[in-house]
């Protein structure tokens, strides 16, 4: 385990680096006095102790700067982790299944992002895409969840309804309603298997389906349950506010996850690009191995048939050797970044001081958020693959929960994949998904084409 120290110098050591490659400071600049003498994001004193975040105020959000965006994630984290009945709050939202009465299936295999919404079955055809799997070999896992607002949204317009949606005004944006909007959750999960220390994680006992191997591809089946105990690993938050119907979406880590690529080599012309042999890091991670090369890192090996799965261990190999390719969600040589990655370091650090020490939500933090300059510009039938109204952290990626697809560019921040344009059936034989504001959700997405299904009863 590494010391908070150790985390903390290396944060400094990037930023001083990455904001000097941008050439936002100069050495004598970033003197400890010069850079406590900037402006600062932090956390407001209100928001502590933890157990009394109050909630963001969604209705009253204000995009007067980019720290604001930081602020709502950070206590939107806070608030969402606060101990309810023993476990954080999130965890006792609906998930998007539970609307239409199916079996909620909280834990779910990660398969590599894919720009189309993924159904029941797809997710269970993993071995196709990919499985993110720990140092232990156990696959990481993940579940989904809706908030009040977004689920009465859906049950009070009757979306889950195929012919409803169909009908639908496409300008449509998910609601506010009072203090709260629209919100959907992501969260990863990894099994703690024997000698794991997770005593800075928090851990809970749950039940997951076994993998099996079938047809030549590694599946989920949903009659042989396993129970175990998982430690939350990743979050990712995405939420309405005020002024901005595309919703902000931001993720957090363990800060023991993986290491920063730019730890290794970074030039001023290109931070992204690293020689394949460069060693990341000579410190182990919960998802890493000292001395992994960056060539070895991020590596899917279902894309080649080479992962395996002994069903009766339920352990896979290889194991993924995870690096997170940009600590902020922005190539540090982009000058144009600074100011939101700052912002977001300087958050980090403002929580981490104020929290409780025994608080085990202190060993996480923010990686970054992405947002709209103007959310008024939201519309049906956008791609967002190269829109210059995104804003924040434009390369953001979770490394528990976007592994795989942290360089394609395609592929590379939560509106590469969610976007507003017509959404084609995972199967020939469902009608598509026409554009619609409300396509910006996948939770969305996916619960349209889980009624077809339902009305062909072909969904478990």
């Not at 009465?152 to 195929?162: A, Q």
């Not at 969260?187 to 993998?211: C, N, P, Q």
């Amino acid at each position: 385990m590494h010391s908070r120290h150790s985390v903390h110098w290396r944060r400094h050591r990037n930023l001083k680096r990455a904001l000097a490659i941008a050439g936002v400071f100069t050495a004598a600049a970033f003197s400890p006095c010069a850079f406590a003498a900037s402006e600062k994001c932090t956390a407001p004193k209100e928001w502590f102790p933890h157990s009394q975040t109050p909630r963001p105020d969604d209705a009253a959000f204000e995009s007067t700067s980019n720290c604001v965006f930081h602020q709502w994630s950070w206590q939107m984290f806070l608030w969402l982790t606060q101990d309810v009945d023993g476990k954080p709050r999130f965890v006792g939202f609906q998930s998007p299944q539970s609307l239409l009465g199916l079996k909620q299936r909280q834990f779910l295999p990660r398969m590599s992002k894919s720009p189309l919404p993924e159904s029941l079955d797809e997710y269970l055809q993993a071995g196709t895409d990919g499985i993110m799997v720990d140092l232990q070999g156990r696959a990481v896992y993940y579940s989904q969840y809706i908030n009040d607002t977004f689920a009465d949204f859906m049950t009070s317009h009757d979306l889950t309804d195929p012919a409803k949606v169909q009908a639908l005004d496409p300008n449509t944006a998910f609601p506010i309603s009072g203090t709260r909007g629209a919100m959907e959750l992501k969260a990863s999960w990894k099994i703690v298997s024997e000698g794991d220390d997770v005593s800075d994680m928090f851990t809970m006992s749950t039940e997951v389906a076994r993998l099996v191997n079938q047809g030549g591809k590694i599946l989920i089946d949903e009659t042989r349950r396993e129970k175990v105990e998982v430690a939350l690993v990743g979050l990712h938050i995405a939420g309405i506010v005020k002024g901005h119907p595309e919703m902000i979406w931001a993720t957090f880590e363990h800060k023991r996850n993986a290491p920063n690529v730019i730890e290794a080599t970074c030039t001023a012309k290109n931070c992204a690009s690293v020689p394949p042999g460069s060693v990341i890091s000579d410190e182990d991670f919960t998802f890493y191995k000292a001395g992994t090369t960056y060539a070895n890192c991020n590596q899917n090996p279902a894309s080649t048939d080479q992962l395996k799965l002994d069903e009766a261990t339920q352990t896979l190999t290889p194991s993924t050797q995870a690096c997170r390719q940009f600590e902020f969600g922005n190539d540090p040589s982009d000058a144009s970044t600074a100011n939101n990655d700052k912002n977001i370091a300087d958050l980090n650090d403002s929580v981490d001081a104020q929290l409780d020490p025994k608080n085990v939500f202190r060993n996480y933090s923010e990686v970054g958020a992405i947002w709209f300059l103007d959310g008024s510009k939201l519309k049906p039938g956008m791609a967002l693959a190269t829109d210059d109204n995104l804003t924040g952290s434009l390369k953001l990626s979770n490394a528990t929960i976007e592994t795989f697809t942290q360089t394609q560019s395609v592929m590379n921040n939560c509106f590469r994949c969610h976007n507003t344009e017509q959404t084609f059936p995972p199967r020939m034989d469902l009608d598509p998904l026409k554009a619609t504001n409300l396509n910006i959700s996948h939770a969305f997405q996916n619960i349209y084409f889980w009624s077809q299904e339902l009305s062909q009863g072909e969904s478990k």
